[in-house]
C-alpha cells in the first residue's frame, strides 16, 4: 500500500470530503511523523506500533570493484516495533 492508497481509502470512507482535501491530510500525517523522528523523539500510534530513529555504527565493507577494505559510515534509520494487537492479526 502506498501514499495515494491511503489518501484514496480516507476519501472513501469519508463522503463529504473532496479527494485533495484528504490527499492533505496523509501528507500532514506523514510530514508530523518524520518531523518527530527527525528531532529524535518516538513516535507511538496505539493499535499499531511504534517507530524510533536508531544510530548504526560504522562497519566494515569491500568495495566490489577494487577488493579494497572501506568503512561504511554508521547513519541513522528508523525502527518499527508493532503493537502486540497487530502481531496477533
Do not use: W
Amino acid at each position: 500500500m502506498n501514499k495515494d492508497e491511503i489518501s484514496r481509502r480516507v476519501y472513501e470512507a469519508h463522503g463529504g470530503l473532496a479527494y485533495g482535501d484528504a490527499r492533505r491530510i496523509v501528507d500532514l500525517i506523514l510530514d508530523t511523523i518524520k518531523r518527530r523522528l527527525a528531532s529524535g523523539e518516538k513516535v507511538l500510534l496505539s493499535g499499531f506500533g511504534s517507530f524510533t530513529v536508531r544510530r548504526r555504527k560504522d562497519k566494515k565493507g569491500v568495495n566490489p570493484q577494487t577488493g579494497q577494505s572501506i568503512i561504511i559510515p554508521g547513519r541513522n534509520t528508523v525502527k518499527f516495533k508493532p503493537s502486540k494487537y497487530l502481531k496477533s492479526v
